[in-house]
């Protein structure tokens, strides 16, 4: 029995070194601003050590420009993920001709992220169609 206490004992505490050393996957939120209004907020998961995804977006109230007039565009959180590669990332809501793209990229610490945020040709109901944000938008993110 003082054998397997001790085992037990010795896997909790490698555990604990693992996790402190960042070998456990943990994810870290991150949010903030976007440049002429509305936010963004994102997930990113990292595991052994290094960020791998990024996710779980969230864009809300971004001023967007669309036939009818103006109005403000808001996504709730994707359920899917995309690969991190050389610290950058990239997210596409493409449907159709409807383009909503998110690119960005961390700091070296993965503490920030800085990138664009764009809206082209997306309907938001039957009320307002065509919506752009003429151009892409800057945003910035750190982690809460």
Same mark, same amino acid.
């Given at each position: 029995?003082?054998?397997?206490?001790?085992?037990?004992?010795?896997?909790?505490?490698?555990?604990?070194?693992?996790?402190?050393?960042?070998?456990?996957?943990?994810?870290?939120?991150? $949010?903030?601003?976007?440049?002429?209004?509305?936010?963004?907020?994102?997930?990113?998961?990292?595991?052994?050590?290094?960020?791998?995804?990024? #996710?779980?977006?969230?864009?809300?109230?971004?001023?967007?420009?669309?036939?009818?007039?103006?109005?403000?565009?808001? &996504?709730?959180?994707?359920?899917?993920?995309?690969?991190?590669?050389?610290? $950058?990332? &990239?997210?596409?809501?493409?449907?159709?001709?409807?383009?909503? $793209?998110?690119? #960005?990229?961390?700091?070296? =610490?993965?503490?920030?992220? =800085?990138?664009?945020?764009?809206?082209?040709?997306?309907?938001?109901?039957?009320?307002?169609?065509?919506?752009?944000?003429?151009?892409?938008?800057?945003?910035?993110?750190?982690? =809460?």
């Amino acid at each position: 029995m003082r054998l397997v206490t001790t085992v037990a004992c010795m896997v909790a505490f490698a555990a604990a070194i693992l996790a402190s050393l960042g070998y456990a996957s943990t994810v870290r939120d991150f $949010k903030g601003p976007v440049t002429g209004g509305g936010r963004i907020a994102f997930s990113a998961e990292r595991q052994q050590g290094r960020f791998f995804s990024v #996710g779980l977006f969230s864009v809300t109230r971004v001023p967007v420009t669309c036939d009818e007039g103006d109005t403000k565009y808001s &996504h709730a959180r994707t359920e899917t993920a995309v690969h991190i590669k050389h610290r $950058k990332f &990239h997210y596409d809501f493409a449907r159709g001709t409807a383009v909503a $793209k998110i690119t #960005g990229k961390f700091n070296r =610490k993965f503490s920030k992220a =800085k990138g664009e945020f764009r809206v082209a040709h997306v309907d938001l109901g039957t009320n307002f169609t065509n919506c752009t944000t003429s151009g892409p938008r800057t945003w910035t993110a750190h982690e =809460k």
